[in-house]
């Protein structure tokens, strides 16, 4: 019975910790031109927790599908990599930023202006998932613009 107790405590524990491991800042999305079928979505997230995290899926009531892209450049072609997860380190911080990973979201349902929020739920390898708020914004500049065309 002793057993039985402490493998419930331990197991209690471990989901607390593993339910807030991940921490997210600077969270937004790229507000797109009327009709605009992908929009970008970047962020800051960050390992809290002393195991490696594994995101392996992202999705949102905003958008019909959700992907991890990386712009990459290939022989002076910017070119989008996707990749089926996210690893993050233990104390790692993975940043979205433009140029490099993003999150690529697909048919947005709604046309999203600056000052809106979405909300994106992500899976993670632990069975846990957890919700981040994007602000959606304005674009920086047409080069960086330029950098997100598929
Ligand atoms: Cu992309």
Do not use: C
């Not at 057993?3 to 989901?15: E, K, Y």
């Not at 390992?47 to 392996?56: A, G, P, Q």
């Not at 993003?102 to 048919?107: D, E, Q, V």
């Amino acid at each position: 019975m002793k057993q039985v107790l402490f493998l419930f405590l331990l197991l209690a524990g471990f989901q607390g910790y593993a339910s807030n491991s991940l921490s997210f800042t600077q969270a937004w999305v790229q507000e797109g031109p009327p009709g605009s079928r992908v929009l970008a979505g970047f962020m800051n997230i960050t390992n809290t927790s002393n195991l490696d995290i594994i995101i392996e899926s992202a999705s949102s009531d905003n958008f019909k599908r959700i992907e991890f892209h990386q712009s990459i450049n290939k022989n002076g072609m910017a070119r989008m990599q996707q990749h089926k997860q996210l690893l993050i380190k233990p104390g790692a911080t993975l940043k979205l930023e433009h140029g490099s990973f993003h999150l690529m979201l697909i048919k947005p349902e709604t046309r999203l202006k600056a000052g809106d929020k979405v909300n994106i739920l992500f899976r993670l390898s632990n069975q846990t998932t957890q919700s981040v708020s994007l602000t959606v914004k304005k674009q920086m500049n047409t080069q960086q613009n330029h950098e997100l065309h598929h």
